[in-house]
Every structure is written in C-alpha cells, then in structure tokens.
C-alpha cells in the first residue's frame, strides 16, 4: 500500500502512536446503475474506493484522484453521502496506528476503463446493485445511502 510521504514523515517522529487522518471514500455509479469496487490488496475484501487527503488537497478532489488511481475510472462528485468518524482505529501490520474521519461521496462515471491501475487492489469491477460480493459494513452503508438519495447522514454521539 502506498502511504503518502506526509504520513512517513510525521511517522518518523510519532511511531506507532494514533494519527488522526482524513480520509474519503467513494461510490461511483455508471450509467447502468452499477457501482464500481475494488478487492483490497490488504485484506483481500471487496470494497468501495478509498483514501487518504493529502494536506491541501479538497476531499472530493481526493475522492476524484483516488478512484483514477486505484481503477483507471474518471468521476466526478455529485453529492456527499455521509461524514463519519471511524469507530474503532486500524491497526496495521507494521503496528501503525491510525483513526479516520471518511467523507464519502456519490460520484459518476464519466470516462476511463475499469482496472487494477495500482498496488492497492487485486480486482476491479462494476457490480449490479442486486449481485454485489461480500463486503464489510462500512462499504454497504455507503452503498446504501447512495441509491436512498437522502440528506448527507451523519453520526452524533448522544449526550449523557
């Protein structure tokens, strides 16, 4: 997986220890309804495409770059689904630790090929709503609030 070299940086003073990092994820929709995923080279779980904002970078201009990135599909950002502090930190292999707050978006698909266009995947696909694979919670929810087309969700902590 390729960590920006701000996040290399910052880790040769801070270790291991918990970085709190923006982060944005992506539901790209074709034209046929279909929503593009990826089968995450870390964990091998199919998933919508993701990552890291780079410090300056806009979050949707992240989501753009990303899914071009990772899968040869040009977008464009329609709409923020959700905002969302991650529950639980990730624990990496070489015991870095990180929390993110994920800005996910509905974008479309406006040109590129689907494939793998670097290391951070194994597959690439367009997937019909009705066959998509196995994946975690967190890409379903965004499915989901992408084809309910609601408000932007958000999480509030309930006060004691």
């Not at 593009?36 to 992240?62: F, M, N, S």
């Not at 770059?65 to 709409?79: A, F, K």
């Not at 019909?128 to 890409?139: D, N, Q, T, V, Y």
Request: with cysteine.
């Amino acid at each position: 997986m390729a960590t920006p070299d701000f996040i290399l940086e910052l880790r040769k003073t801070a270790g291991h220890q918990l970085l709190f990092l923006p982060g944005v994820s992506a539901v790209v929709l074709d034209d046929r309804g279909r929503v593009l995923l990826g089968r995450r080279a870390d964990t091998g779980a199919w998933a919508v495409i993701g990552g890291i904002v780079e410090p300056g970078e806009q979050p949707a201009d992240c989501a753009v770059r990303e899914v071009e990135e990772e899968t040869g599909v040009l977008c464009v950002p329609e709409r923020v689904l959700l905002v969302e502090t991650l529950r639980k930190p990730v624990v990496y292999a070489n015991g870095d630790v990180c929390q993110y707050m994920d800005v996910a978006f509905v974008c479309r698909a406006v040109g590129g090929e689907a494939r793998v266009n670097d290391d951070e995947s194994t597959e690439v696909g367009w997937f019909e709503i009705g066959a998509l694979p196995e994946m975690k919670r967190f890409s379903h929810r965004r499915i989901e609030k992408a084809l309910a087309d609601g408000p932007t969700w958000f999480r509030t902590t309930p006060s004691a």
